[in-house]
């Protein structure tokens, strides 16, 4: 089992950027391909974006391709998302997860989720 650990939500305006961070610890962080997903109130959890285990390959939702960025430093244990132009659509909780299959996009897939971070984008 992986702990996870995000940070780095808060409120922002529109156009403004955040940067959250996902710390695990337990088990090898680099033997998991890693996500983000996000939900809104009174909508699903929806995949954001996806990074192998070596961080060679990575996925994203068209919803935030060319303004997020995912990346991994697997030294430090740390999973990151840039998230930059942000719109009041991207309010919502923010996950981070496991997945020991690799880069996928469906939620039940992936194992260990951590708690969630609140990214608020106001306009």
């Known amino acids: 089992q992986v702990q996870l650990v995000e940070s780095g939500g808060g409120l922002v305006q529109a156009g403004g950027s955040l940067r959250l961070s996902c710390a695990a610890s337990g088990r090898t962080f680099s033997n998991y391909a890693m996500g983000w997903f996000r939900q809104a109130p009174g909508k699903e959890r929806e995949f954001v974006a996806a990074?192998?285990?070596?961080?060679?390959?990575?996925y994203y939702a068209d919803t935030v391709k060319g303004r997020f960025t995912i990346s991994r430093d697997n030294a430090k244990n740390t999973l990151y998302l840039q998230m930059n132009s942000l719109t009041p659509d991207d309010t919502a909780v923010y996950y981070c997860?496991?997945?020991?299959?690799?880069?996928?996009?469906?939620?039940?897939?992936?194992?260990?989720w951590g708690q969630g971070t609140q990214v608020t984008v106001s306009s």
């Open positions: 990074i192998s285990r070596s961080g060679g390959s990575t």
């Open positions: 997860a496991t997945n020991p299959s690799g880069i996928l996009s469906n939620a039940p897939s992936y194992g260990s």
